[in-house]
């Protein structure tokens, strides 16, 4: 077993594991750590606790002291900084006429670095760039390419649901997406109704996607004829929450008849050819609109 504690770095939602020496650590606690690219400030997300060693990558990085004021006041000043170098680097691109994003500008903690992070269709050629912001802040500068999903998670975002994009609370990796799980939901196609902020789709269809996935094979497809009690019934529609289809049938005056039959109080007369498509690898033409994953 080894001693860990969870740091979390301001630009990202992953937590890491770091050795808290001989400090005691708290849940929130502002740290220095040390890292490949030096020092920097991070926040404490697991307090010190006890891991397998199979969960770690030893040698952990160490966490160097909780921070002082004055390390809280260098990182206010560095914030400052890198806004400022931030509206520089938009002059520079704008004068090197690149066609590139810019999402954020972020000084190292001891300024050794400055990180210019962009999004971009392609490969950008940005090396009289970096000559140019160089010799202007004397410093070094790495510009990094991030996608769509980084440069919401870095710039904040509220999502449809009126709460903060999951890339940004909890999410640590993105899993693949597809619009077969937009379709197992029975949710609309409209592109604006089933992507994210940043253009993909949402990373909630997958939560519930399992069990969407198996009720899906369970139940009939819209105009198919299933066997009740009642005779055969033609599907008008199917609750896959309820586990529920509602059927059409003609009564003995000649007129239609709407009934709902849970799920086992009906019989697929073809089961293979009337099961819902569940399969997300399908080879349906799909609207170009769609960004998956």
């Given at each position: 077993m080894?001693?860990?504690a969870?740091i979390k770095?301001?630009?990202?939602g992953?937590?890491?594991?770091?050795?808290p020496k001989?400090?005691?650590?708290?849940?929130?606690?502002k740290?220095?750590?040390?890292?490949a690219?030096g020092l920097e400030?991070?926040?404490?997300t697991?307090?010190?606790?006890?891991v397998d060693?199979k969960?770690i990558n030893?040698?952990?990085k160490?966490v160097v002291?909780?921070?002082?004021?004055?390390?809280?006041?260098?990182?206010q000043?560095?914030?400052k900084?890198?806004?400022?170098?931030?509206?520089?680097?938009v002059?520079?691109?704008e004068?090197?006429?690149l066609d590139?994003k810019l999402?954020?500008?972020?000084?190292?903690?001891d300024?050794?670095?400055?990180?210019?992070?962009?999004?971009?269709?392609?490969r950008?050629?940005?090396?009289?760039?970096v000559?140019?912001?160089a010799?202007?802040l004397h410093?070094?500068?790495e510009?990094?390419q991030?996608?769509?999903?980084?440069?919401i998670k870095?710039?904040g975002c509220m999502?449809?649901?009126g709460r903060?994009c999951?890339c940004i609370?909890h999410?640590?990796?993105y899993?693949?997406?597809?619009?077969r799980?937009?379709?197992?939901?029975?949710l609309s196609?409209n592109?604006t109704k089933v992507?994210?902020m940043c253009g993909?789709?949402?990373?909630?269809l997958?939560?519930?996607?399992d069990y969407?996935?198996?009720?899906?094979?369970l139940m009939?497809?819209?105009?198919s004829?299933?066997?009740t009690?009642?005779g055969y019934?033609?599907?008008?529609?199917?609750?896959?929450?309820k586990?529920q289809i509602?059927?059409?049938l003609e009564?003995?005056d000649?007129g239609?008849?709407i009934?709902y039959?849970e799920?086992?109080e009906?019989e697929?007369a073809?089961?293979?050819?009337?099961?819902r498509?569940?399969k997300?690898d399908?080879?349906e033409?799909?609207?170009?609109?769609f960004?998956d994953?």
């Amino acid at each position: 077993m080894s001693l860990i504690a969870g740091i979390k770095f301001n630009n990202g939602g992953k937590s890491y594991y770091f050795d808290p020496k001989e400090l005691s650590l708290r849940v929130g606690d502002k740290v220095i750590v040390e890292t490949a690219s030096g020092l920097e400030l991070a926040s404490v997300t697991i307090a010190n606790t006890e891991v397998d060693d199979k969960e770690i990558n030893a040698p952990l990085k160490p966490v160097v002291r909780i921070a002082t004021e004055e390390d809280l006041a260098r990182a206010q000043e560095n914030a400052k900084m890198s806004e400022d170098a931030y509206k520089l680097t938009v002059q520079k691109v704008e004068k090197h006429k690149l066609d590139m994003k810019l999402v954020r500008a972020e000084y190292s903690f001891d300024r050794s670095k400055l990180t210019i992070f962009f999004t971009a269709d392609g490969r950008v050629d940005f090396r009289d760039l970096v000559r140019d912001i160089a010799s202007s802040l004397h410093t070094r500068i790495e510009l990094r390419q991030i996608y769509e999903r980084d440069d919401i998670k870095l710039r904040g975002c509220m999502a449809q649901c009126g709460r903060e994009c999951c890339c940004i609370t909890h999410l640590n990796d993105y899993d693949k997406v597809t619009v077969r799980m937009a379709k197992n939901q029975n949710l609309s196609l409209n592109p604006t109704k089933v992507s994210g902020m940043c253009g993909k789709l949402m990373c909630c269809l997958r939560y519930e996607n399992d069990y969407y996935a198996e009720t899906c094979k369970l139940m009939p497809k819209v105009g198919s004829k299933v066997k009740t009690k009642d005779g055969y019934v033609k599907v008008d529609s199917v609750d896959l929450l309820k586990r529920q289809i509602r059927g059409s049938l003609e009564n003995q005056d000649g007129g239609i008849e709407i009934k709902y039959y849970e799920l086992g109080e009906f019989e697929m007369a073809h089961k293979d050819g009337n099961a819902r498509k569940s399969k997300e690898d399908d080879s349906e033409e799909l609207p170009s609109e769609f960004k998956d994953d």
